[in-house]
Nanobody, 122 residues
């Protein structure tokens, strides 16, 4: 199974930006062909932020659409998520996930990292 380790979370002021990283190890190229970022705010369900393939094809969920950029550097075994113009409602634990695309829709597996907490507050 692919091991996933997220980093880059912390306290950020409203309007600021951050870049999260997800480093993976193990698994096959097939298992890490498509990966995604999810987030879970207190009391809410986990939701997709964005997903990307090794070829660079990306999809974005509603949470941060237009404010986020996802990318993958397979040579470094790392996936990134940049979020700009952060708002208080972006406060959540952000999780890395492996999955796949089906008819253009990203479907995550049950393989998750431990998450990294992002707190947006002044």
């Amino acid at each position: 199974q692919v091991q996933l380790v997220e980093s880059g979370g912390g306290l950020v002021q409203p309007g600021g930006s951050l870049i999260l990283s997800c480093e993976w190890s193990g698994g096959s190229i097939f298992e890490t062909y498509a990966m995604g970022w999810y987030r879970q705010a207190p009391g809410k369900q986990r939701e997709l932020v964005a997903a990307v393939t090794r070829g660079g094809s990306a999809v974005y969920g509603d949470p941060a659409k237009g404010r986020s950029t996802i990318s993958m550097d397979a040579a470094k075994s790392t996936m990134y998520l940049r979020v700009d113009y952060l708002k208080a409602e972006d406060t959540a634990v952000y999780y890395c996930n492996t999955g796949n695309y089906y008819d253009g829709v990203y479907v995550g597996s049950d393989n998750w990292g431990k998450g990294t907490l992002v707190t947006v507050s002044s």
